[in-house]
């Protein structure tokens, strides 16, 4: 009976994975190192690839902060259909699992799942962050401000290109105005 309950929970959650959006002949490339302690703070979701977790998000941050067991907490707020709907918070915490490049984190919100958090490119100042997973279903473009101009969005784009993902399925997160 376990083992059938368990089969149906699988084909379940498969059920509830988002599409691939990303060629997988094109190598994912290498996560960018980061120093954690520059990492943590704010982010806004500028785009993110479709997910079931984010349906109808807008005006979409996350929050990090360094916890003292090494960890980092995260707090990731969504707002009901437009950029002042009501929020939404989701609160969780990441480990890191790859400890040369810091880069490659699992993060968990609902007990023992966890998700991978792959920081696949960034800004040499910690303006902007790409990050993805491996299978190429998830994928969100953050930065620390809530609006970013024209030519960072193209170098921006570019990048995702060149690692095989699908810009033309990229939701654009409206923010609030500042």
């Known amino acids: 009976m376990r083992t059938i309950l368990l089969l149906v929970f699988l084909g379940l959650a498969g059920c509830a994975l988002p599409p691939v959006n990303r060629n997988s002949s094109i190598p994912l490339g290498d996560v960018t190192e980061i120093e954690p302690a520059r990492y943590v703070g704010t982010w806004y979701e500028i785009a993110r690839l479709p997910n079931s977790f984010e349906e109808d998000c807008e005006g979409v941050t996350a929050q990090y902060a360094q916890r003292p067991d090494g960890k980092i907490s995260v707090l990731n707020t969504c707002r009901a259909g437009t950029p002042s709907g009501k929020a939404r918070d989701a609160n969780g915490v990441a480990r890191i ?13 609902f007990g023992p799942f966890e998700g991978d958090y792959w920081v696949l490119d960034r800004a040499e100042d910690y303006s902007w962050s790409i990050v993805g997973e491996p299978s190429g279903r998830f994928l969100w473009v953050l930065s620390r401000a809530p ?3 024209a030519d960072l969005k193209a170098d921006l784009m570019s990048r995702l290109l060149h690692r095989g993902y699908d810009t033309t399925k990229l939701h654009w997160t409206r923010q609030p105005p500042s």
């Open 97 to 109: 699992v790859d400890p040369t490049s810091n880069a490659k984190l699992k993060v968990g919100f």
């Open 147 to 149: 609006v970013i101009d």
